[in-house]
């Protein structure tokens, strides 16, 4: 090996190194916030749980406001990941056929994706903790996620439903629907534990997921007005 390959093979390997150290950072940052919030999780106690002193964590995200933001810009890009390609499946069939039915079974591929995400995704589950408190209690990542990731989302539902719906719905009855279809998902995300508990189910996932499914499917058809 010459000089500027063994150069090359240890710039590539320490890259590496950076990048798997980034994102035990961002697990660790996302485990934490999600328990602790902005205010009560530390820095030294997410370079401990990520295995990393406290100036690579600087070095990498410029401090703790850094971190947090980054963790919500990490949260956007693994909901886009899964939902971009049934967003663009609902997109083109609509394209296609602008009709209220196709509308309808538009908004039954992107519910399903999302409820796919929230009730199935072992990796929602390291976020959900941040997304909630950032619900509840706004903090620096809020407009992230709000602007990318939630007003987005609903206005494609909301409009997916007016669609369906021809001229039976105004927007703003549109954009409530969307919220309360959305918001009902929650039973098995959220609020998982008292569901399955008051189920009897040991999971959401397999038959019972698409047994809650065909129900979600039930609503949609009420919601757009299919008799």
Known sequence: ?????????????????GEAARARILEAALSAFGANGFKG?????????AGVNLPALKYYFGGKEGLYLACAEEIVERYRRQMLGPILEAQA???????????????????????????????????TGFVLREMAEPGPAFDILYGQVWAPGLDLIAYLIGVARGEGVSRK????????LVSSLSAFSTARPMSLKYL??????????????RIVDERIDGVTGRS
């Open 1 to 17: 090996m010459s000089r500027s390959d063994g150069q090359a093979w240890e710039a590539a390997s320490g890259y590496r190194k």
């Open 41 to 49: 999780a530390t820095t030294r106690q997410i370079a401990e749980e």
């Open 93 to 127: 069939g609509l394209e296609a056929d602008g009709s209220p039915a196709q509308a309808r079974a538009s908004l039954k591929i992107v519910i399903a994706a999302l409820a796919d995400q929230m009730m199935e995704s072992r990796e929602a589950e390291a976020w």
């Open 173 to 180: 009855a549109a954009r409530i629907e969307a919220l309360l």
């Open 200 to 213: 009897a189910w040991p999971d959401a996932g397999g038959e019972r997921f698409a047994r809650v499914m």
